[in-house]
């Protein structure tokens, strides 16, 4: 847009390369200058503040300034939500697993397997397993569908 308006008021293109080049060194250095007083903000917000004794003046009971700001409450309903749908996730997959492979494999291999997957989807790091005999029937093929 600036480069319009300048070719547009007699100017040469290179001038407006030049302007366009100013304007973004400007824009980038006032952006520069606002995250410096933000971080300056910060830092002095978290410095440790002196401990006061709350005043009958403020009229706040003690009961009252021990309960969760609504911060804190909205914050755990979303934790303990997504630890729910997290889970219920697990169960899902487990279930899925076991009436697939209930056929191929003993009950021990199937538990030591169902056990492997938990482990794998809490941790996020492949377990330390042994090896789990199937039957002949299912091919490598089978096993890159069943995934």
């Known amino acids: 847009m600036k480069r319009g308006i300048i070719t547009n008021n007699g100017q040469d293109i290179h001038l407006s390369d030049g302007e366009i080049w100013m304007t973004s060194w400007e824009i980038s250095d006032l952006f520069y200058a606002t995250v410096g007083v933000i971080n300056s903000r910060i830092d002095v917000a978290e410095l440790p503040k002196e401990e006061t004794i709350p005043s009958s003046a403020n009229n706040i009971s003690i009961e009252e300034s021990k309960q969760p700001s609504e911060y804190e409450v909205l914050r755990a309903t979303a934790m303990a939500e997504k630890e729910r749908a997290s889970q219920e996730k697990l169960n899902k997959i487990l279930t899925y697993t076991k009436r697939t492979l209930v056929t191929y494999l ?39 569908h069943f995934g």
Do not use: A, H, W
Request: charged fraction near 30%.
């Open 106 to 144: 003993n009950e021990v291999d199937l538990n030591r397997l169902c056990g492997y997957i938990t482990e794998y989807y809490l941790s996020d790091s492949l377990p330390k397993v042994e090896q789990i005999k199937v039957d002949t029937q299912l091919k490598t093929i089978d096993f890159v």
